[in-house]
């Protein structure tokens, strides 16, 4: 099993992002994914922008993904999703089906996100048919599932990914609740988020944190955390841990998880996300 | 225009039919469809003469398998396709990849409507299931704005039905995973969103507190009214705020009455209620408003008014009394 980093969900200066990638391209960290997946109305880098980090990335050994949005709405954000895929140097991970549908129609293979529904082996095969490499395992999942189905796929099956380390993403809204928190339109939401560099805590009337709010997207306010799980998942056939980037510095993978409020592996061990067993 | 009704058993169906409902939505009583409350659905049996009372009526029966089959359990799904075969189905409502498979490949006669489930929100999302399982129908998710349902009905490979009223989903659905992160249990996995055996209500100093899974979802004077508890209608505090609020959602309703002659200048074919769960009461108090809705509007689609009683009848059974254009309004995003 080897590392990977998913897309950065946050909404960071340009200056802030570059210098990120830069730490990235030196580390040991062999393929990772970038590109804006949350929300069109986020323009601090353009597609060209992130095109040139990946190509800095590529240059420094890494196998290189772009992420695409989540929630696709509106014709202008179709249009920049064709443009993200006939990039011809990098494949997309696609987080909605549309992204699916544009790579398969250029012929091109693609990874499936955390966002595309896939609970089953035959909807896994189906895919795979279509030109999927590669899926990141649907974040309420668990390690029995995954089992099963990696069980029925056999041999021939796509790679596998899961969140192993990370905020979760929960949901995605028409709504930016990042904005309505600051009584802003969206419409004039002044990419509020830039703000909440790891998103807006959320906690309920007894203090206990339960959600992050990034924009229209909503998060697990507890960190998934299942360092302590990485060689049952390379055992199992797992080829891919992925890293969401948080606030903080990339995490130590030698050092197991330290349990505390803020850290949850409910969904692994098949119970609610937010436990942490 | 369709007008698409819930029934959660046999006497909202017949209720919902005798009311003026065009066609009626229903699941089996297990887990393979996503409103999988105790006492809800139907058996085999029932199913039979759900289909026999529809189709008598000149009525159309749709089947939803919303959810996902579970890896090592997918026959119960299958089966749940091949019983809706047997009672003559008009339409299966499904959102998952393999079932979509089985159902066009076994049963190409029967028309596939894409659940609201699969999340396909764009022409590209619904070109994929139309060339790949030949649908006839998608229904749309509760967050594309009027103009963006305009947009995609313009261009779209496949009929469109949106949902017209009842509870308020603020999230793409079908990715959204907030009520397993509480409780464990997932709409996509056939239970439900917030299962009932996971709420609990205690009354401590004049406040009633509503737990998830012990998670404190809201707390209410204890003659306020609340609703249903779900993790995007409760309060709960921001970092940078110490006041409780709802920072997502307020509990309330959906109400498109004022939008439907735009809905029906888009092209929408089908105007979906919301609510298996709620009781008859709530079908033939809705279904009758609906109907006479859309008849008014048929007659003369130019005099088309809200009428004053339509909007009073439904804000008795909306979430809060309260309701709204949801996300079809620009100013709700």
């Not at chain 1, 998913?6 to 340009?14: I, N, R």
């Not at chain 1, 693609?110 to 529904?117: D, E, L």
């Not at chain 2, 047997?86 to 596939?112: E, F, G, M, Q, W």
């Not at chain 2, 920072?247 to 939008?259: D, G, Q, V």
Request: glycine content about 6%; proline content about 5%; overall charge neutral.
């Amino acid at each position: 099993m080897k590392l990977s980093l998913g897309p950065l969900l946050y909404c960071w200066e340009k200056s802030r992002v570059e210098d990120f990638y830069t730490q990235v391209a030196v580390t040991d960290i062999p393929l990772v994914y970038l590109g804006e997946a949350v929300c069109s109305r986020r323009r601090e880098l353009t597609t060209g922008d992130y095109l040139q980090l990946a190509r800095m990335l590529r240059d420094a050994g890494k196998n290189v993904v772009l992420s695409t949005l989540a929630l696709i709405e509106a014709g202008g954000e179709l249009t920049e999703l064709k443009r993200q895929v006939d990039n011809g140097e990098f494949i997309i991970e696609a987080n909605d089906m549309a992204g699916v549908f544009h790579a398969r129609d250029a012929g091109l293979p693609f990874v499936c996100g955390p966002h595309i529904n896939l609970y089953n082996a035959a909807a896994v095969r189906r895919l795979h048919d279509w030109g999927m490499q590669r899926f990141v395992m649907p974040v309420e999942l668990s390690r029995n599932w995954l089992a099963k189905v990696l069980d029925d796929l056999g041999d021939i099956r796509p790679e596998v990914e899961v969140l192993g380390h990370g905020h979760i993403p929960l949901a995605h809204s028409a709504r930016c609740f990042t904005a309505r928190h600051r009584k802003l339109a969206k419409d004039g939401c002044k990419t509020i988020c830039r703000e909440y560099s790891s998103g807006l805590l959320v906690q309920t009337q007894e203090n206990q944190p339960l959600l992050r709010l990034n924009g229209i997207q909503t998060q697990s306010a507890a960190c998934v955390d299942l360092r302590g799980e990485w060689d049952a998942m390379a055992a199992m056939g797992v080829d891919y841990f992925r890293i969401s980037p948080t606030d903080e510095k990339l995490p130590h993978m030698q050092q197991k998880p330290i349990l505390n409020p803020m850290s949850c592996n409910g969904y692994w061990f098949g119970e609610a996300g937010i436990r942490q067993l | 225009m369709e007008l698409l009704c819930p029934a959660g058993n046999l006497a909202a169906l017949k209720t919902a039919i005798k009311a003026g409902a065009d066609a009626i939505y229903l699941g089996l009583k297990d887990d393979t469809n996503a409103r999988s409350f105790a006492g809800l659905n139907f058996t085999p049996e029932k199913l039979e003469e759900a289909a026999r009372f529809t189709h008598g009526a000149g009525k159309k029966l749709y089947m939803t398998l919303n959810t996902f089959p579970k890896p090592g359990e997918e026959q119960r799904w299958y089966h749940a396709v091949d019983l809706a075969a047997k009672v003559n189905a008009d339409a299966l409502i499904v959102a998952d990849l393999s079932l979509l498979d089985y159902a066009s490949s076994r049963y190409p006669h029967i028309p596939l409507h894409l659940s609201v489930q699969a999340s396909a929100t764009n022409h590209g999302a619904l070109s994929l299931y139309k060339q790949a399982f030949n649908i006839e129908r998608a229904v749309l998710p509760r967050v594309l704005s009027m103009k963006q349902v305009r947009d995609l009905a313009k261009d779209s490979p496949v009929d469109l039905e949106v949902f017209a009223f009842g509870s308020l989903c603020i999230m793409a659905e079908g990715r959204c995973h907030l009520s397993s992160y509480v409780t464990g249990q997932s709409p996509n996995t056939g239970g439900s969103c917030s299962p009932a055996n996971a709420v609990r209500w205690q009354e401590e100093d004049g406040n009633r507190m509503t737990r998830l899974n012990d998670v404190l979802i809201d707390k209410a004077k204890v003659n306020e009214q609340i609703g249903y508890p779900v993790v995007c209608k409760g309060r709960f505090t921001a970092e940078d705020s110490d006041s409780p609020s709802y920072l997502l959602e307020s509990p309330t309703s959906l109400n498109t009455l004022s939008l439907l002659p735009e809905l029906a200048r888009a092209g929408v074919v089908s105007l979906k209620i919301e609510g298996r769960q709620r009781s008859p009461a709530y079908v033939e108090q809705v279904t009758r408003v609906w109907r006479a809705a859309i008849d008014t509007f048929m007659a003369a689609p130019e005099r088309y008014q809200v009428q004053t009683q339509w909007d009073q009848a439904l804000a008795k059974v909306s979430e809060g009394q309260v309701t709204t254009l949801g996300a079809y309004e620009r100013q709700w995003q």
